[in-house]
């Protein structure tokens, strides 16, 4: 679609502008109540994630049957990194805005922040920035991949960038799969009497979830933000059995999608410790599913993703993280690629204040 040239331009085009503009953003808005919060009385992180999770599904959907093509709802594929900013309290409102930033062919990239509101002082800070991407599928047909109507770029180098993140997302996708493998055994309820504190199988833990029909799309696969709400719970009994204190969600790695997890399968999430810094953990967690009884197809990996935690004490103030203790040279090596991914994370976020600092 082309813009009309600057001559042509008057209500038209002014209403043309509009009606872009609400196809390819949106924002929502919800008072974050008692149920939403944490022990320490912050937002749940899984609920954040869920939050953002709904807006982008909300905006990519909707921009996916703006064009002639056959009706799709657009599935969560992958998360960027995603960084908790700020805390967010109970009574306050959460305004969560979604843009799409660039589509391919068969996929959209959502760009989601996060703003939380204090409706009796007017305050407002920014708690969560998000990059998520989704593939439209299908509703006749969930195994075709429908194609995406293109959206329109104000500059030329923002196409060119947009496309340089999806070819960069597409082959960290790639690679995550190939080494996904790895297999985590379900512990429900340990014996940690048996199992010295700190150590990867102590805080070791497992979640195991039958996948009912409010957990899933019009399509009957699982929303990505339920999956991701269950990871962040999983990951943080790690991080408080790991610490035994407070712990808030810091950060959360690339969460890559891998296959879709239908109406009634039994999906078990797991998650163990990987890495500490002085005051950060990482966990990994992993989803498995099980597919409903009467299907052929035996247990698969669904969704990956690393956690970053932070321990707090009382009054917030963040706590030293007991180091981990590796037993096994599997253990040794996770442990050595975890402190890898956590300075290569340093060296980026210094990098960013310090070009900050010069402008």
């Known amino acids: 679609m082309r813009l009309p040239a600057a001559g042509q331009r008057g209500r038209s085009a002014c209403f043309w502008d509009r ?20 022990i320490a009385g912050n937002v749940h992180g899984g609920t954040v994630l869920k939050m953002i999770e709904e807006a982008g599904a909300i905006i990519s959907t909707r921009h996916c049957n703006s064009g002639q093509g056959e009706p799709c709802v657009a599935a969560l594929a992958r998360v960027e990194r995603t960084d908790f900013l700020s805390p967010m309290c109970i009574g306050e409102v959460a305004n969560v805005s979604a843009e799409i930033t660039y589509t391919s062919k068969h996929s959209v990239e959502v760009q989601v922040n996060v703003m939380s509101e204090n409706i009796l002082t007017g305050a407002k800070k ?8 989704y593939v439209p599928l299908s509703l006749k047909n969930v195994n075709k991949v429908v194609e995406v109507p293109p959206i329109q770029y104000v500059h030329k180098e923002q196409e060119d960038e947009g496309r340089k993140r999806y070819e960069e997302q597409k082959l960290d996708r790639l690679e995550t799969k190939q080494r996904n493998g790895d297999v985590i055994l379900p512990v429900i309820n340990p014996d940690r009497q048996t199992k010295e504190p700190h150590t990867v199988g102590y805080s070791q833990s497992s979640l195991i979830h039958l996948v009912g029909p409010s957990d899933c799309t019009l399509l009957g696969f699982v929303h990505g933000g339920v999956t991701m709400k269950l990871m962040d719970e999983v990951a943080g009994i790690v991080a408080a059995r790991h610490c035994k204190t407070n712990i808030v969600t810091a950060s959360v790695d690339a969460i890559n ?43 698969y990996r669904a969704v990956s993703a690393f956690f970053t935690y932070v321990s707090l004490s009382k009054e917030g103030k963040p706590l030293p993280v007991p180091q981990l203790l590796t037993e096994s040279e599997e253990e040794k090596r996770r442990f050595e690629e975890g402190k890898g991914r956590y300075l290569q994370t340093k060296a980026k976020r210094q990098a960013q204040l310090q070009q900050a600092a010069q402008h």
């Open 19 to 38: 009606e872009h503009r609400r196809s390819v953003s949106t924002s929502t808005w919800r008072i974050m109540r008692p149920d939403d919060a944490n």
């Open 257 to 299: 999608f891998h296959e879709k997890i239908k109406k009634g399968s039994v999906i078990t999430i797991s998650g163990r410790m990987t890495f500490t810094s002085n005051k950060s953990m990482e966990i990994e967690v992993f989803v498995d599913a099980d597919p409903f009884v009467d299907e052929p197809q035996e247990r």
């Open 126 to 133: 920014v708690t969560n920035k998000a990059t998520l991407w």
